[in-house]
């Protein structure tokens, strides 16, 4: 054998997991009816604009040993499997000529999922409206799905029910109904849900962003589970037992497999047990989005969650700077729920949940309300609280064992936590206002500058004594969106100012336990700077942030380029306490890539620091 053979058969190799997604997925078995097939065919162009290279080593698609750089073998597979577009009702119906060659052999799944936006509410036309499944990768006992979008309009797109017609990919007539993905959206979903990630938040992350010229592209999504409540719920909708059943079980099955739980049932004793763990988890997953402040739109259909509780579908996902809980999404037909309706809403998917359970396990379809009472939809809010006070004790910068410390003291943390909500949750002046993609009326305070700042002023100038001057904090917390007349102190601004302080003191005296306070402020003042960086980037940051490295491909900025600066955006946010992360992920800051842009992009950062 020669040796370019030789190494042709090595690079097969190295790159083979890759031809696991070849279309098929489990869904399809389970049940027939919840997808739509479509023949795919590969457009074998496109450039490789973002490549998650940890993610490839987590789900073994790349060796663990490949350097963090693009190969042309490499890029050569990544376009072979995800550089596709689907043959759809459109193509068909007008005789579309397309070369065999370049058609792939198996069909790709678009699924059925509940949708709020579809005229239809029992799931009959929603789903998938411009994305298909790749398929599965198992690697060390994990299974990962993979599905991309941007591949072209389904005819379970809210366009092309509205249409009533097969539409064209590409085309605009209708909203939602274009089938392909702008390239923006998907910088701005890479970069987001990598950050997400490294916060410790359950979340679908990128493996792959294809440019293919023209502002648009294909993102390929990856997750131990890409499955949706709303999956689901169509089949509870429909009162499809046979279905639910199924899918149901396939998803515990799934958590089973991948370690995320471990039953103690058996048979249908597992339903209800199962509800149980869906509870904790969402639970779990919407205080951590409550107190960091990230706006999810979530609802009860259970469209834009994971189906264990976590981030999909960032087009609408933001990270405020400041607790803007009023803030708004304009869905054109409908405006979103807010910061503090996420956890209503994450109880009421919890709530449908265990109505699905109890109708698997004696066939009867009860009323949903007839479950807001139930012990597991009673359980969610006791979780949720504890988990709030742990994620808000965390943010803070006290370790897991001076969290347990302070929370045996009774009723404290409550204490800290009503003059904390005071200043977190006030609002300037004045009515909501219009914002770019919504409205919003903005918070007053950012008590995240005064959570890293504190620590370290009682720590220079002595813990006993010491306390922060009334003006000086509130010159601190004071947000750039207060008015001239919200920058005024008066004499309730002075009480809560020395009660917050107050209680802080009693929460790091709680913690030490029996340390003295001031052995362990040295660890709160680096964990609470870590956590509550100005660094953070925010929704309008991220929005600004990808229209400049769009305006400097189209100045000529190489491409390759584009995976170096996202890299370090990713980089700047890693190293948060007690996040356990792959040991693919670079410990050391790389090579700075060109500086002036990078520059430029940390002074968008800052700009944006407190906004939506």
Request: glycine fraction near 8%; proline fraction near 4%; charged fraction near 25%.
């Amino acid at each position: 054998m020669g040796a370019k053979n030789i190494r042709t058969a090595q690079e097969s190799t190295t790159y083979a997991r890759f031809d696991q997604l070849d279309g098929h997925h489990p869904w399809m078995d389970i049940i027939p009816d919840g997808h739509i097939p479509y023949k795919v065919r590969e457009l074998r162009t496109g450039e490789i604009a973002y490549f998650n290279f940890v993610l490839a080593k987590e789900m073994g698609l790349i060796p663990s040993t490949h350097p963090q750089q693009m190969t042309s073998e490499l890029k050569e597979k990544i376009i072979q499997t995800f550089s596709l577009q689907i043959i759809n009702e459109y193509d068909e119906l007008n005789n579309r000529r397309i070369d065999p060659s370049t058609i792939k052999p198996k069909s790709y799944m678009a699924s059925r999922y509940l949708q709020l936006q579809h005229s239809n509410k029992q799931g009959k036309t929603s789903g998938d409206g411009r994305g298909i499944w790749n398929g599965t990768v198992e690697y060390r006992g994990k299974v990962w799905d993979v599905s991309s979008r941007g591949t072209g309009v389904t005819r379970l797109s809210p366009g092309a029910v509205e249409a009533n017609r097969p539409l064209k990919t590409g085309g605009t007539e209708f909203g939602y109904g274009c089938g392909q993905a702008e390239i923006d959206e998907l910088y701005g979903a890479a970069i987001l849900a990598e950050i997400m990630h490294l916060q410790g938040i359950h979340t679908e992350r990128v493996l792959c962003i294809i440019d293919l010229g023209k502002g648009y592209g294909i993102g390929v999504r990856a997750a131990p589970n890409l499955l949706r409540p709303a999956h689901l719920f169509l089949y509870l909708k429909q009162n499809r037992l046979k279905d639910l059943k199924n899918g149901f079980e396939y998803l515990m099955q799934r958590q089973i497999k991948n370690g995320k739980w471990h039953p103690k049932s058996r048979g249908t004793n597992r339903y209800m047990e199962f509800c149980e763990y869906i509870g904790k988890s969402f639970a779990n997953f919407t205080a951590q989005l409550d107190i960091d402040y990230i706006f999810a739109w979530l609802d009860w259909d259970g469209d834009n969650v994971l189906a264990d509780a976590g981030i999909i579908d960032y087009g609408s996902v933001r990270q405020f700077g400041i607790r803007h809980d009023r803030y708004r999404y304009d869905d054109v037909e409908r405006f979103s729920t807010n910061l503090n309706e996420q956890r209503q809403k994450a109880r009421l998917i919890v709530q449908v949940f265990v109505q699905i359970a109890d109708y698997l396990k004696t066939g009867k379809k009860n009323p949903m309300k007839d479950y807001s009472k139930h012990p597991i939809v009673q359980q969610f809010n006791v979780q949720f609280a504890q988990a709030r006070a742990h994620r808000l004790l965390y943010r803070m910068g006290f370790s897991e064992t001076q969290r347990k410390n302070i929370l045996k003291e009774k009723d404290l943390f409550n204490q800290f936590d009503k003059e904390f909500s005071y200043f977190e949750r006030a609002k300037v002046s004045g009515n909501e206002q219009k914002v770019p993609d919504g409205v919003n009326h903005p918070a007053l305070f950012n008590v995240r500058s005064l959570l890293k700042e504190l620590p370290e002023f009682l720590f220079k100038n002595g813990f006993n004594s010491a306390l922060m001057p009334e003006d000086i904090f509130f010159k601190k917390i004071l947000s750039s969106f207060a008015k001239s007349h919200d920058a005024r102190m008066g004499s309730k601004h002075k009480g809560n100012i020395q009660n917050f302080q107050r209680l802080y003191k009693m929460l790091v005296i709680a913690a030490s336990g029996k340390q003295k306070p001031e052995q362990i402020l040295p660890g709160i003042i680096q964990r609470a700077q870590k956590l509550n960086s100005e660094n953070r980037i925010t929704g309008n940051a991220l929005i600004q942030i990808v229209n400049e490295i769009i305006a400097q491909l189209k100045k000529g900025m190489p491409i390759k380029e584009v995976q170096q600066i996202i890299d370090q955006l990713i980089f700047a946010q890693s190293g948060m306490p007690e996040v356990h992360v792959s040991k693919y992920f670079d410990q050391k800051p790389r090579l700075m890539t060109r500086a002036d842009l990078y520059g430029k992009i940390l002074n968008l950062v800052s700009e944006h620091k407190e906004d939506i």
